[in-house]
């Protein structure tokens, strides 16, 4: 496993634990860290202590890949945050898909309650015909039609 992304791992843990500029060093060698002049010596004790520990195995490494790509996930499908903070293209375009669903979905949860609503109230077979025949109709929706909506969810949030 590549060695760049163990050290990565090793500035991102050193990082959450106190400011620094960066660090080097590799499995099996000393490890270096730059501090920032505002860190406290506790933070340095700490990072150092953090530095000693470090898991260099490839199954953390694996781990620790994982995690943040779930993490990322969760930061892409956050469709109350704003939308051109810092998303990729490919992001947005998933958001937005997953919005349009979402209105879909919605307009025939709508059109449920009410097929249930009309039910209830009916009081014969044919007044439930007639209630029923008054419902809106749901027509099939284009390909064109959902490339506009995506686009405008898109546009909504640039």
Same mark, same amino acid.
């Given at each position: 496993?590549?060695?760049?992304?163990?050290?990565?791992?090793?500035?991102?843990?050193?990082?959450?634990?106190?400011?620094?500029? !960066?660090?080097?060093?590799?499995?099996? !060698?000393?490890?270096?860290?730059?501090?920032?002049?505002?860190?406290?010596?506790?933070?340095?004790?700490?990072?150092?202590?953090?530095?000693?520990?470090?898991?260099?195995? %490839?199954?953390?490494? #694996?781990?620790? %890949?994982? *995690?943040?790509?779930?993490?990322? !996930?969760? %930061?892409?499908?956050?469709?109350?945050?704003?939308?051109?903070?810092?998303?990729?293209?490919?992001?947005?375009?998933?958001?937005?898909? *997953?919005?349009?669903?979402?209105?879909? #979905?919605?307009?025939?949860? !709508?059109?449920?309650?009410?097929?249930?609503?009309?039910?209830?109230?009916?009081?014969?077979?044919?007044?439930?015909?007639?209630?029923?025949?008054?419902?809106?109709?749901?027509? %099939?929706?284009?390909?064109?039609? #959902?490339?506009?909506?995506?686009?405008?969810?898109?546009?909504?949030?640039?």
């Amino acid at each position: 496993m590549s060695s760049a992304r163990h050290r990565a791992r090793l500035h991102a843990t050193i990082e959450a634990l106190c400011p620094i500029h !960066g660090t080097s060093g590799n499995h099996g !060698g000393a490890v270096r860290i730059d501090f920032k002049a505002e860190a406290t010596q506790q933070q340095r004790d700490a990072a150092t202590a953090a530095a000693i520990a470090f898991d260099w195995s %490839d199954a953390a490494q #694996l781990a620790w %890949d994982d *995690a943040n790509q779930v993490e990322a !996930g969760k %930061d892409g499908i956050d469709l109350t945050a704003d939308a051109s903070s810092g998303s990729d293209a490919q992001t947005r375009v998933i958001r937005a898909l *997953a919005i349009v669903t979402m209105d879909e #979905l919605n307009i025939l949860r !709508g059109l449920w309650m009410s097929f249930k609503g009309e039910v209830a109230a009916a009081t014969s077979l044919a007044d439930l015909k007639a209630r029923v025949a008054g419902l809106p109709d749901t027509p %099939d929706r284009t390909a064109a039609q #959902l490339r506009n909506a995506i686009q405008g969810k898109l546009d909504e949030n640039a």
